[in-house]
């Protein structure tokens, strides 16, 4: 019997959040095959006080899912990176939905090594999908991996950018853009932020300050948060074209299941953000 990959707090929150997103076979065989019993105190403690943790993690996966068939419709024929692609089956959905695209690459520097092993397991035959084991910090790391792993500068391409950005400096932030910058502005970039304070209602704020405290607590360091007015600047920066901002209830409404959770914008700790370079 195959030994299942154990996943740490964090991941476990993420893919159980996310879990009915997941309802393909192929999603499914990748799922069963890994462990999900690991006990953590910090995971439990986030969703008995913070039990709406969850819908916003959905709500952020199925964002970005949503971007990506709107953009699978306008331009049937790209490739897609995912940056910081952890242990999110995406590529599996890209594939089976979307096997016109001339190549995914997932890029990260955490469980890549066994992802592959899974995916070599339920997908022997597959050639479409290749991994590059980077810290996508690392610019010029990054740069050389995408081109042995496939990356063609000169075509259109889907750039995910999920869950990454709180985590490191916005000057890492605006040097990985830079990587995908292109003249005539055929790159869409698709990511979420944590708002911060000042851009959420008052009576938001506890929900928004709790569980942004207890990460803080269980994580190495804090989440970086970013007001609207900050992420104007980089889109300036970065010649942006095209930008579309996601508040939360607008994904919820997209999602369409009742009762809503989220009913003001800046509601639900982060948004979503697409856009060209």
Same mark, same amino acid.
């Not at 709107?70 to 242990?87: K, S, T, Y």
């Given at each position: ?76 024929? @790209? +490739?897609?990176? !995912?940056?910081? &692609?952890?242990? #999110?089956?995406?590529?599996?959905? $890209? /594939? ?28 022997? @035959? +597959?050639?479409? !999908?290749?991994? &590059?084991?980077? #810290?996508?910090?690392?610019?010029? $790391? /990054? ?135």
């Amino acid at each position: 019997m195959t030994e299942k990959l154990k996943v740490r707090a964090t991941s476990k929150l993420i893919l159980e959040a996310a879990l009915p997103l997941y309802h393909s076979t192929l999603q499914q065989q990748y799922i069963n095959a890994i462990d999900f019993s690991e006990t953590n105190r910090f995971f439990y403690e986030l969703k008995r006080r913070y039990p709406q943790i969850i819908e916003i993690v959905l709500l952020r996966k199925f964002g970005i899912r949503h971007f990506i068939s709107e953009r699978m419709n306008a331009h049937p024929v @790209q +490739q897609a990176i !995912i940056l910081g &692609a952890g242990l #999110d089956p995406l590529s599996l959905y $890209l /594939l089976e939905n979307y096997p016109q695209l001339r190549k995914i690459i997932e890029v990260d520097n955490g469980d890549i090594a066994e992802k592959k092993a899974i995916y070599d397991r339920i997908l022997p @035959q +597959q050639t479409l !999908i290749h991994f &590059a084991p980077c #810290d996508i910090t690392d610019t010029p $790391l /990054l740069r050389s991996f995408l081109a042995h792993s496939g990356y063609a500068p000169g075509q259109p391409a889907i750039i995910v950018f999920e869950g990454i950005i709180h985590y490191i400096p916005s000057s890492a932030f605006l040097d990985v853009m830079q990587l995908f910058r292109t003249p005539g502005h055929h790159n869409q970039v698709m990511l979420d932020y944590c708002l911060a304070g000042e851009d959420v209602p008052l009576a938001c704020r506890p929900l928004h300050e709790g569980v942004l405290d207890i990460l803080a607590a269980n994580l190495p360091a804090p989440l970086k948060v970013y007001s609207r007015r900050q992420i104007n600047a980089f889109l300036q920066e970065l010649h942006a074209a095209s930008v579309e901002r996601e508040p939360l209830p607008l994904t919820e409404k997209k999602r369409g299941l009742k009762p809503v959770q989220f009913k003001a914008d800046g509601e639900g700790i982060i948004e979503l953000l697409n856009f060209y370079i």
